[in-house]
């Protein structure tokens, strides 16, 4: 026996030793990455600015994807506002001659693709050469794709041009068939993200803003291909109906690419525009390591902050996502820096707790005595999102940002049915009248509802209130344009919802003029977490189970499962916009 113990122990002993050496590798790993990673980049002549694949445009430090403890995804991510910056420098720089864009697939928002269109856009009027080449090529990446003076595609290859559409997925019929009770208090006939659990097909109301709403986004991102392409709108129309561009043939014939050539060719091609020697390097530099090339750049002095705001809004204190506590603190900071004259709130948002979003909204009204505060908006600011813009000296949108839903929603769903045809029942002892008014197998009160609507219906005033004395309207004016409704920015501008439609740089100058700041830099926040403290934020064992499940399940399906499952998600009266919308 006593041997027997001496193995086991021998044996823990050994595993905890190899798991400690494990760890201390892991970690020296990480180090020398990021060692690496410092070194200075050095931009060779006659080179050629890469858009490629491994390229991830994100609004915020916080939407950066890391696996497991920390390790990145093999995909880089670049900051919009970064992205912009490095286009508008090489549009001077010597050494570039010219922009490549070699996306398949695009990872970046709608309103994000806009803006780097824009970008190159003005680029191409230093005279200086756009080429764009295509294999299995998704709509977003052809929205972008398209800009170029010169689009290649694959022989075998194909464009997945389609327009928009949405599917609306109905749960009523489900709940009652397995005897889940769903209580749903709302304002607004198009707050539509309770609509899955009232009925099982689409509300006319939904139906309404739905097709206003894509038709618009269509509208805008449409016509600049077709003026791209100098094709005709209706015959555009055509070719996105026929599916004509999934055949690279006809891809060809009606325009959508200028030559079917192969990835060495089209290398082949650009070397020529460069006067390169089919067997010379060709010099391609990528966004990420572009930026790398300037990064060290003296940046003391004066500094117009840009505060990121991304994802759904939460009560408490995280890293990914907009939580109060932590923002309150970005804010108070922002506000006691001396050296930060003024603020821009880029908010990417569909929205979230209505008690959070009042404690941002607060905080953001008290830097806003101190220094100008202007809000710029990204894909999404929609219900809360909207709600913490209404600090703003100015709102700027971009056309295709999902604005508004001005709204509020409860939702408390409940399982007595089911649990009653399982043998599963509860009695209540309680203190007070409605020590209990909500519970999972009871269900809600008469009075809990009474409560829960009185409650719905002082937010929702509560939430007019500030938009009117923002926007400079009356509550009914606000009230005809709320009631849930969700607008494109153009939308937006034309019915006083914002000031100007205009980008994040459009954003960070007029803050800059309005401070006074003729000489500046910008400083991004929340700050990038470094490798070792995404590794200790990992540890927590909940957030790693939360990874694994939303690695094998998704990102989109795991929000879904949040919205379920999550306590702190239910528990709150809700400003949030139901869906997002890709140019998938």
Same mark, same amino acid.
């Given at each position: 026996?006593?041997?027997?113990?001496?193995?086991? @122990?021998? &044996?823990?002993?050994? #595993?905890?030793? @190899?798991?400690?050496?494990?760890?201390?590798?892991?970690?020296?790993?990480?180090?020398?990455?990021?060692?690496?990673? %410092?070194? /200075?980049?050095?931009? !060779?002549? &006659?080179?050629?600015?890469? #858009?490629?694949? !491994?390229?991830? *445009?994100? %609004?915020?430090?916080?939407?950066? =994807?890391?696996? @497991?403890?920390?390790?990145?995804? +093999?995909?880089? /991510?670049? @900051?919009?506002?970064?992205?912009? =910056?490095? *286009? &508008?420098?090489?549009?001077?720089?010597?050494?570039? !001659?010219? #922009?490549?864009i070699e996306a398949d697939d695009l990872n970046a928002g709608l309103t994000q693709i806009d803006d780097l269109r824009n970008a190159i856009e003005d680029f191409k009027k230093s005279g200086k050469f756009v080429y764009a080449y295509g294999n299995a090529v998704s709509q977003s990446a052809y929205y972008l794709g398209s800009v170029a003076d010169q689009y290649y595609l694959h022989p075998a290859g194909g464009i997945e041009l389609k327009g928009l559409a949405t599917e609306v997925t109905f749960f009523k019929d489900f709940a009652d068939k397995y005897g889940i009770g769903i209580e749903v208090i709302r304002h607004g006939k198009f707050k539509s993200a309770v609509e899955p659990f009232l009925r099982n097909d689409i509300s006319p109301e939904n139906k309404e803003q739905l097709s206003t709403l894509l038709n618009d986004l269509w509208k805008n991102t449409s016509n600049k291909m077709a003026v791209s392409r100098k094709i005709d709108t209706a015959q555009f129309r055509t070719i996105v109906d026929s599916l004509y561009g999934m055949i690279p043939e006809q891809g060809l014939k009606y325009r959508l690419a200028d030559k079917l050539i192969q990835k060495t060719e089209y290398e082949n091609l650009v070397k020529s525009k460069l006067s390169i020697k089919e067997k010379e390097k060709l010099n391609k530099i990528s966004l990420t390591s572009y930026i790398s090339s300037y990064a060290d750049e003296d940046k003391s002095g004066e500094k117009v902050?840009?505060?990121?705001?991304?994802?759904?809004?939460?009560?408490? %204190?995280?890293?990914?996502?907009?939580? /109060? %506590?932590?923002?309150?603190?970005?804010?108070?900071?922002? +506000? =006691?820096?001396?050296?930060?004259?003024?603020?821009?709130?880029?908010?990417?948002?569909? $929205? $979230?707790?209505? &008690?959070?979003?009042? =404690?941002i909204l607060f905080e953001l009204q008290q830097l806003k005595k101190k220094k100008p505060l202007i809000v710029s908006f990204g894909d999404y600011a929609a219900s809360g999102g909207y709600y913490v813009a209404m600090a703003a000296d100015k709102i700027y949108s971009e056309p295709n940002t999902l604005t508004g839903s001005i709204g509020v929603f409860g939702v408390l769903p409940y399982y007595k049915d089911i649990a009653n045809k399982n043998g599963i029942r509860a009695d209540v002892v309680a203190t007070n009248a409605n020590s209990m008014f909500y519970s999972g197998l009871n269900g809600v009160t008469p009075y809990g509802v009474n409560m829960m609507t009185k409650s719905v219906e002082g937010t929702y005033k509560r939430f007019v209130h500030f938009v009117t004395q923002n926007r400079k309207q009356t509550f009914e004016q606000i009230d005809s344009v709320g009631g849930g409704r969700v607008w494109s920015g153009v939308r937006a501008k034309q019915i006083g919802l914002v000031d100007e439609l205009g980008t994040l740089n459009d954003a960070v100058k007029f803050a800059a003029q309005k401070a006074g700041l003729k000489s500046y830099h910008v400083d991004s926040f929340p700050k990038k977490m470094s490798p070792l403290e995404q590794i200790f934020k990992d540890l927590n064992e909940e957030d790693v189970s939360a990874r694994i499940i939303k690695n094998k399940i998704g990102k989109s399906n795991y929000e879904i499962l949040q919205q379920i499952t999550d306590k702190k998600l239910q528990s709150d009266i809700k400003m949030e916009m139901p869906y997002q919308i890709r140019i998938d």
């Open positions: 026996m006593r041997s027997f113990f001496k193995n086991v @122990l021998a &044996n823990i002993v050994a #595993i905890v030793i @190899l798991c400690a050496l494990f760890f201390i590798f892991f970690i020296m790993m990480l180090v020398f990455s990021s060692m690496g990673s %410092d070194k /200075s980049v050095v931009v !060779k002549k &006659n080179s050629v600015l890469t #858009i490629n694949l !491994k390229t991830n *445009i994100i %609004d915020s430090p916080t939407e950066e =994807e890391m696996g @497991l403890f920390g390790i990145s995804s +093999q995909n880089k /991510s670049i @900051l919009l506002y970064d992205a912009l =910056e490095a *286009i &508008n420098k090489a549009k001077t720089d010597d050494n570039i !001659k010219g #922009i490549s902050a840009v505060l990121y705001a991304s994802g759904s809004i939460n009560n408490g %204190d995280g890293y990914s996502d907009i939580y /109060s %506590d932590k923002y309150v603190k970005y804010i108070k900071k922002l +506000q =006691e820096d001396d050296k930060v004259k003024a603020v821009v709130f880029r908010i990417n948002s569909p $929205g $979230g707790s209505a &008690n959070a979003s009042d =404690e």
